[in-house]
């Protein structure tokens, strides 16, 4: 990987830490040690989040997915895969956790009539 390529995912684990911060995790941070172990995970502090962040127009998501499947652990359960897309992010995280980490308030009841 060279260098161009290191330093767009390393701005784009920056971005990713920074909505975790906006969203309450304010621990979010990258995680450097990614480079020297095998952990793998790219933030850290985003329990139970287990975070790949792919900075990349031409992402192979199956492969992608599978990192971050790879990459959970104990304190970090719950692979979540960020995508960034035409300068848009996307989360990529099985159905099941969304629901489990999701609840509508009572204000997006009567917004949609749920």
């Known amino acids: 990987m060279g260098k161009s ?3 767009k995912g390393a701005r784009g684990e920056r971005e990713v830490a920074n909505m975790f911060k906006i969203f309450g995790w304010h621990k979010a941070k990258r995680e450097l040690s990614q480079y020297q172990q095998s952990s793998g995970r790219d933030l850290s502090g985003t329990q ?4 790949q962040v792919k900075n990349s127009n031409t992402v192979n998501i199956s492969k992608a997915w599978e990192e971050a499947l790879n990459s959970t652990e104990h304190a970090y359960p719950v692979p979540v895969l960020f995508v960034k897309k035409d300068g ?10 969304f629901f489990t980490y999701y609840t509508p ?5 009567d917004l949609y009539d749920i």
């Open 5 to 7: 390529q290191r330093e």
């Open 48 to 51: 139970p989040f287990c975070v």
């Open 88 to 97: 848009k992010w996307f989360a990529v995280l099985e159905a099941s956790d």
């Open 105 to 109: 308030t009572e204000t997006e009841e």
